[in-house]
C-alpha cells in the first residue's frame, strides 16, 4: 500500500499525559498537512510542512501542540498535557503540487 | 477569515436520481476547489477537484464552478445507496493549505 500511513489508528490516553502521533506520506510528496477533525465538522488546519521544513501553523495551535518532519520524510505530532478538549480525529495528507492532497486513515484520540 | 459553507443536511435522494450539493467560499483568492467523500468514521477521500470556471466531468460525478458567484458543486448522476457518506468542500488558501467546509451529509434511499 502506497498510501498515505497513520499510527497509532486509535490513541486513549489519560487528562495531562503527553501523546505522539506519526504520519508517513507518499513517498515522493513534498507537503504535508496535519488536520484535525471533531465530530460533524469539517476537517480544521492545524500546520503544513514542505520537506522539512513548516511553512504555516493555525493561530488554533496552541503551544501544547508540536509537529516535526525530519529529512522531508515521515512527520510527528505530539500533543503535551492532553486535555479533554483534544479528543478528535487527527489527519495528515500530503501532496506533490498544490492540487491534490490525499488523506490517510487517521488517529482517533480519546482523552479520559 | 475565509470560510466554506455547506449545508449540512441530510440531503435524502431516491436511489437512480442526481444528488446536488452545493458550497460557497468567501474569499475570491481561492483557485481551487476539491470534493472530498467521506463514510462514517473514515477519513476523507479525493473524488475530484475543479479550478477553472464551467463543468468538469468524471464518470457518475460532475463537478461545477463559478467564481464570480464565489459558487462550487457536485452532482452525482445515478446515485446509489453506496454513494451515502459526507461530501466536504474544501478550497485551497492561495496554495498553502485547504480549509473545509462542515460536510454536507448525503442519504440515497433505495
Known amino acids: 500500500d502506497t498510501g498515505v500511513s497513520q499510527n497509532p489508528r486509535h490513541k486513549i490516553t489519560k487528562r495531562g499525559q503527553n501523546v505522539t502521533f506519526r504520519c508517513d506520506p507518499i513517498?515522493?510528496?513534498?507537503?504535508l498537512y496535519w488536520y484535525r477533525q471533531t465530530l460533524g465538522q469539517g476537517p480544521e488546519f492545524l500546520t503544513y510542512f514542505q520537506n522539512e521544513a513548516q511553512l504555516e501553523k493555525s493561530r488554533l495551535l496552541s503551544d501544547r501542540f508540536s509537529a516535526e518532519r525530519p529529512k522531508g520524510s515521515f512527520s510527528t505530532l505530539e500533543i503535551q498535557r492532553t486535555e479533554q478538549g483534544d479528543s478528535a480525529m487527527y489527519l495528515c495528507?500530503?501532496?506533490?503540487?498544490?492540487?491534490?492532497?490525499?488523506f490517510g486513515q487517521g488517529t482517533r484520540l480519546t482523552v479520559v | 477569515q475565509k470560510e466554506v459553507e455547506q449545508n449540512s443536511g441530510p440531503l435524502s435522494v431516491p436511489e437512480g436520481a442526481i444528488a446536488s450539493l452545493n458550497c460557497t467560499y468567501s474569499?475570491?483568492?481561492?483557485?481551487?476547489f476539491f470534493w472530498y467523500r467521506q463514510y462514517s468514521g473514515k477519513s476523507p477521500e479525493l473524488i475530484m477537484f475543479i479550478y477553472s470556471n464551467g463543468d468538469k466531468e468524471d464518470g457518475r460525478f460532475t463537478a461545477q464552478l463559478n467564481k464570480a458567484s464565489q459558487y462550487v458543486s457536485l452532482l452525482i448522476r445515478d446515485s446509489q445507496p453506496s454513494d451515502s457518506a459526507t461530501y466536504l468542500c474544501?478550497?485551497?488558501?492561495?496554495?498553502?493549505?485547504?480549509?473545509f467546509g462542515p460536510g454536507t451529509r448525503l442519504s440515497v434511499l433505495p
Open positions: 495528507a500530503s501532496s506533490s503540487r498544490q492540487i491534490e492532497a490525499f
Open positions: 513517498s515522493e510528496h513534498n507537503r
Open positions: 474569499d475570491r483568492g481561492s483557485q481551487s
Open positions: 474544501a478550497g485551497d488558501n492561495y496554495g498553502q493549505n485547504f480549509v
